[in-house]
């Protein structure tokens, strides 16, 4: 009977009967009471949710000048769906020194953010390496953030890009399957050839020599420089592999077989998987009666088997696919001792789920072409995020080695970086499949290091970060009373406190761009006073993640053609800082309003000093938003002037303070609001909410804009704010018939596209007089499916 044990609960038996074939017995997967060690440890160490980040850029290559584009993806890395709980997200440019050029904190929504870095002065032409983590991240030992190489090129340095020369001296590896070389037993060995620069040499032959150099066996190598071969070795004879490369014979010696111990073999035969543990005639005595376990996990769940030697060599399982986890399989053999001795990972594309575009129309407009993209089987009415890059149908500057399936399936379980690793998940058929495997054949043992699981599980020593929190301590029991004023994501809050009160905190914050904390003391005989207050602050700087620093550079070297007399960008980056600031204010009031109106009934209307001037007392307002007011004498009459509340009289709140006498509202100052809220339903009110109702809400700071030596706040610098995301800014290039604007130019970046009802997404583009142009297209919808794919747009 098959148990699958999922750590967030109870051990429990969900699976059917399913057959395991040893050659001398049959064992089934369950949890047996020498193996409690193992599950206790696994669990302890899987038991903090882990999460995972993927990043897609518009480009790998990038001009000075240019704007590096990305969107990010938050993901539970158990179940591979977009992640609700995370808000803090830290995203950074080094150089190749690990000196960080750039970084900021950007706000996750629904588990997506985007953002952008302009490639300005701080920049010169070179390799960078792009990060995106969260805090929470540093806890593990796995690499669950996202890291990716980009360069950059300066045209005022260099007119031609060099090619560099490295040595023709080869890195050659090879892998035992499981990770022991057993003598006088078949043995099958991964191969791994590299250059300096940790790419894989494609297309070398190799001969594997005995020590007489007689030649026993051939291979090989893949386009990544990866193969295997199977041999059976004596334990006394040296053996090793020549490989003739650039002219020039390279000669690598194996490691002596061991002479007793275990190896592995895994076949895949494509609904099922088949495990071969084997030993050899020296070794099988000492095995016998021994209990040894073969656990199978994904980092998050666990199955675990029994494994017993007879009189054979070898004992063998199969495994149905339906029995394997979806993704990354991690295969462990343990001994009597609860040792880790062999380890295969193996990859199950079953259960992954990819959509794909459909039709995409076209619509020539006057300067531009309107796209219409077409989506195969996505749910409009569950969240979903595309990214779609749209670069020249000749480009080169789109390189990346992930896509958002491999770096959330693949890359999170295996130590090294995987060159192109989007390979094996675009375009998936039996080849492909055949050569992951041969991949992780050659990748050892997984991330998950079983000293750290048994000995050092996750401790929560960094903090899961939801906003900015700040934390004030009180020294004047005078004030029982503080007044938080608004910024552009939160509301006006009051603290109040009692005697024995010394501190009160503020969570989830969200300030943005610079902006401050406005504080105000209200004393025991309500007097609003400035106060002096002193506030600490988390997180307050971004923190750094010095973990798995090293990544792989881009493949292909770069290569233009510049004419220094002529600027290959024909707008200067000065330019488009100036217009940046101005598109950060328009962006940030409208998402306060879209936030603000989540929360209410009716409608909101944020007010700036525009509409402040405009409205020069409460009655105009009104009038202008269809009430009738009368003033007569003291009496202010407000009625509904038209609709299905004409004649009815709305009540009114001001900072959520009923008010009861209108006769006050004749005086009230417009300069001090903030926003105002109409509920025409008067929903959430009862019966006396028949008229409808009216919200304002004030910030009594603005009085004092203008002279700050009489105001009544403190105002406090937050050392950290969140980044608003600015609007793609596409250069402007100087031709776009050269060379280098074919294979290195920007025509769009769309970080946050939106299936519509209609099953499509809509925008426009500028084709600059091209035929074609080809579309990068990542996200993810339908609550756990992803898309990763090109397509190229042909024009009349």
């Known amino acids: 009977m098959l148990r699958k044990i999922i750590f967030k609960s109870c051990f429990s038996e969900i699976g059917a009967v399913t057959c395991f074939l040893f050659l001398t017995s049959l064992a089934s997967f369950s949890q047996k009471a020498n193996s409690n060690d193992i599950v206790e440890s696994f669990e302890a160490y899987s038991d903090l949710p882990r999460e995972l980040v993927y990043a897609h850029l518009n480009k790998s290559v990038y001009v000075k000048g240019e704007t590096i584009g990305f969107t990010t993806y938050i993901f539970d890395k158990s179940d591979k769906r977009l992640s609700k709980l995370t808000t803090n997200l830290y995203c950074s440019i080094s150089d190749e020194t690990g000196k960080i050029i750039k970084n900021k904190l950007v706000l996750v929504n629904e588990g997506v953010a985007n953002g952008s870095f302009f490639v300005d002065s701080l920049f010169t032409s070179g390799n960078y390496v792009f990060k995106a983590y969260t805090n929470w991240m540093k806890n593990f030992n796995e690499q669950n953030f996202y890291m990716q190489s980009v360069k950059v090129i300066d045209p005022e340095i260099e007119s031609n890009v060099v090619p560099k020369v490295i040595s023709s001296k080869l890195d050659a590896q090879f892998l035992p399957e499981g990770g022991h070389f057993l003598a006088d037993t078949e043995n099958t060995i991964g191969v791994v050839i590299k250059d300096e620069l940790g790419f894989g040499i494609p297309n070398l032959e190799c001969q594997l020599l ?22 059976v070795p004596d334990g006394i004879k040296q053996y090793k592999v020549s490989i003739n490369f650039g002219g020039a014979k390279q000669i690598f010696n194996i490691d002596t077989a061991e002479l007793s111990g275990l190896t592995m073999a895994l076949s895949d035969l494509y609904d099922k998987v088949v495990i071969r543990i084997s030993t050899n005639k020296s070794t099988i005595k000492s095995l016998r009666n021994k209990q040894y376990k073969l656990m199978i996990h994904n980092g998050s769940e666990i199955k675990t088997s029994e494994v017993k030697f007879g009189k054979d060599l070898s004992v063998t399982q199969y495994i149905n696919y339906q029995d394997l986890f979806t993704g990354i399989n991690i295969f462990t053999v343990f001994n009597e001792n609860n040792k880790p001795v062999l380890e295969r990972l193996f990859f199950n594309h079953d259960g992954i789920n990819v959509i794909q575009t459909d039709e995409i129309s076209l619509n020539k407009l006057s300067d531009s072409t309107m796209v219409s993209v077409n989506f195969k089987d996505v749910d409009v009415d569950v969240f979903n995020n595309f990214g779609i890059s749209v670069l020249p149908e000749e480009t080169k500057a789109y390189n990346h080695h992930h896509n958002i399936i491999s770096s959330t399936y693949l890359q999170p379980y295996v130590k090294g970086f995987i060159e192109s690793a989007s390979y094996y998940f675009t375009d998936i058929n039996r080849r492909k499949q055949h050569e992951l495997d041969n991949l992780l054949l050659t990748q050892g043992w997984s991330s998950y290091d079983w000293n750290f699981i048994f000995n050092n599980p996750p401790k929560m020593l960094y903090e899961f970060e939801n906003g900015i929190r700040f934390k004030a301590n009180v020294n004047s029991a005078k004030t029982l009373k503080y007044v938080l004023y608004p910024t552009a994501y939160n509301d006006l809050e009051i603290f109040e406190l009692n005697d024995k009160t010394e501190i009160f905190e503020k969570k989830s914050l969200f300030p943005f761009d610079g902006e401050t904390i406005r504080l105000s003391e209200i004393t025991k005989n309500d007097i609003v006073t400035k106060g002096s207050i002193y506030l600490q602050f988390s997180p307050s700087k971004i923190p750094n993640i010095e973990k798995y620093t090293k990544t792989l550079p881009l493949k292909e070297n770069v290569y233009f053609d510049s004419n220094l007399l002529q600027p290959l960008l024909a707008s200067s980056w000065t330019e488009f ?114 008229g409808g109702v009216i919200e304002i809400f004030t910030d009594p700071t603005l009085a004092y804009k203008d002279n700050p030596e009489l105001s009544t706040f403190q105002e406090i610098d937050i050392p950290l704010t969140f980044t608003t995301p600015s609007r793609f800014y596409v250069p402007k290039y100087s031709s776009y018939l050269s060379r280098f604007y074919n294979e290195y130019g920007v025509i769009q970046w769309f970080p946050k596209m939106k299936v519509d009802k209609n099953g499509r997404i809509l925008f426009k583009i500028e084709s600059h007089g091209k035929s074609s142009v080809k579309l990068f297209i990542e996200g993810t919808a339908n609550n756990g499916s992803f898309i990763s794919e090109t397509r190229i747009l042909q024009f009349e």
């Open 210 to 231: 005995n020590d007489e150099d007689k030649v026993i066996n051939i291979f090989k190598t893949n386009q990544f420089g990866i193969s295997k071969f199977s041999f």
């Open 577 to 690: 800082e100036q217009l940046d600031e101005v598109l950060i204010e328009v962006n940030k009031t409208q998402e306060r309003i879209e936030k603000l109106q989540k929360s209410i009934y009716g409608t909101v209307d944020v007010f700036d000093d525009s509409k402040r001037r405009m409205n020069f007392d409460f009655a105009s307002y009104l009038r202008s938003n269809g009430y009738q007011v009368n003033q007569i004498n003291n009496d202010f009459i407000i009625t509904r002037r038209y609709g299905g509340f004409r004649g009815r009289t709305p009540i009114i709140y001001i900072d959520r303070r009923l008010i009861l006498d209108n006769a006050e509202l004749m005086f009230f100052r417009m300069d001090l609001v903030d926003y105002v809220i109409i509920n025409d339903s008067g929903l959430g009110e009862g019966f006396r909410g028949a």
